[in-house]
């Protein structure tokens, strides 16, 4: 579900029915930077610890009160917060607008699918950076897709046709033949 739906903050409790809440935890730190806020009844140290060390932002012990868990919440949340100067990435007349979720090309804005928003984000966050497949795929879909080139070939030419004026000569997603790819480093 969390890599269909892109949640802002996953909160996760560690005894799940089908998979251990600290193995979730590790596998979404593999591909998201999403706040991960642990609830449980497990209030041994060493317990808080491992969850912390496999990537969860905080730790609730159960039971608590709602307060404290929105207090955490928003404390969590105000950490992912970019400045705007930072969020907004420029060039000609592609605007990438990470903090608003937000795509526009001369001046129209673009709907993009979670997914090609995502692999433009990370573009966008590496700008004038060459990516390999592996690491566009790994920090897109995730480690169990490392294999799946062809699902990162038809994203980004569903990309291009949304971003690029001719998507067959592009000027801002530029593909390194046999590594990868980047976005173009803009102002």
Known sequence: MAVDNRPDLM?????????DG????????????????????RNQEKDKIEALDAGADDYLTKPFGVGE???RI??????MVTPEGDSVHRVGELEVDIAKHRVLVAG???????TEFDLLKTLAQNAGRVLTHRQLIHQVWGSA??????????????????????????????????????LQEGN
């Open 69 to 71: 868990l929105l207090a």
């Open 74 to 79: 928003r404390v969590v949340m105000r950490r």
């Open 108 to 114: 129209r804005e673009v709907a993009l699918t979670p």
């Open 11 to 19: 909160i996760l409790d560690l005894g799940l029915p089908d998979m």
């Open 145 to 182: 897709y490392e294999e799946e080139d062809r699902l990162l070939r038809v994203n980004i030419a569903n990309l291009r046709k949304k971003i690029e004026i001719d998507p067959s000569c592009p000027k801002y997603l530029i593909t390194e033949l046999g590594v990868g790819y980047r």
């Open 22 to 41: 600290m193995a979730v935890t590790s596998q979404v730190r593999e591909w998201s930077h999403m706040p991960i806020i642990i609830l449980s009844v």
